[in-house]
């Protein structure tokens, strides 16, 4: 079965880049959608099909993806950027990357 | 705007079968990718299945042959059933909604904790 895998924690300072990745075979053949999830609250979409920002979420937010690695952006972090971040795709069934934990210090 | 919210027993014996039913406003069933997700306490999260019509399903192959999900479209409600359940399904369940395939899910539920316990 196709695995996703992210890095558990993440950890950025106030202000500057964070860069959160998920891993999986031949990745940049698929469309990747990235969720933030807060705690108590439900997943959030973020960045879908890769790279577009859905209505409402912050130009700060961008997404890549190409090979073995999708990549969420997270430029200028803040305070409010701190949350669970999973990414996700369609394979022959819907599969989530593990979450990585956002730390803004 | 869609919501979705769902209902269902909070408690669930073990071996027992645990059923959820998830209503959507704003939305026909019959329009869009309807999806059960859940999440253990403090866990990521794993998709359980879709239904998108007509009364067509996929399900995660991990819980395939305990799990099936239906529709009720005079009622624009999906259901969630999952036989045999241990304590390893104690999780916040979320119904949730994709435009097509390969789409993002871009609605939530807000979730419903279901605990296996005797």
């Known amino acids: 079965s196709y695995e996703l895998t992210q890095p558990p924690s993440v950890s950025v300072a106030l202000g500057q880049t964070a860069r959160i990745t998920c891993g999986g075979r031949n990745i940049g053949s698929k469309l990747v959608h990235w969720y933030q999830q807060k705690p108590g609250q439900a997943p959030l979409v973020v960045i879908s099909?890769?790279?577009t920002r859905p209505s409402g979420i912050p130009e700060r937010f961008s997404g890549s993806n190409s090979g073995n690695t999708a990549t969420l952006t997270i430029n200028r972090a803040q305070a409010a950027d701190e949350a669970d971040y999973y990414c996700?795709?369609?394979?022959?069934?819907?599969?989530f990357g593990g979450g990585t934990k956002l730390t803004v210090l | 705007q869609v919501q979705l919210q769902e209902s269902g027993p909070g408690l669930v014996k073990p071996s027992e079968t645990l059923s959820l039913t998830c209503t959507v406003s704003?939305?026909?069933?019959?329009?869009?990718?309807w999806s059960w997700i859940r999440q253990p306490a403090g866990k990521g999260l794993e998709w359980i299945g879709r239904l998108y019509t007509p009364g067509n399903t996929n399900y995660n192959p991990s819980l395939r042959g305990r799990v099936t999900i239906s529709e009720d479209t005079s009622k624009n409600h999906f259901s969630l059933r999952l036989t045999s359940v241990t304590a390893a399904d104690t999780a916040v369940y979320y119904c949730a909604r994709a435009l097509g395939d390969f789409r993002p899910f871009d609605s939530w539920g807000q979730g419903t904790l279901v605990t296996v316990s005797s």
């Open positions: 704003g939305d026909s069933i019959s329009a869009s990718y």
């Open positions: 996700q795709v369609w394979d022959i069934s819907t599969v």
């Open positions: 099909r890769d790279s």
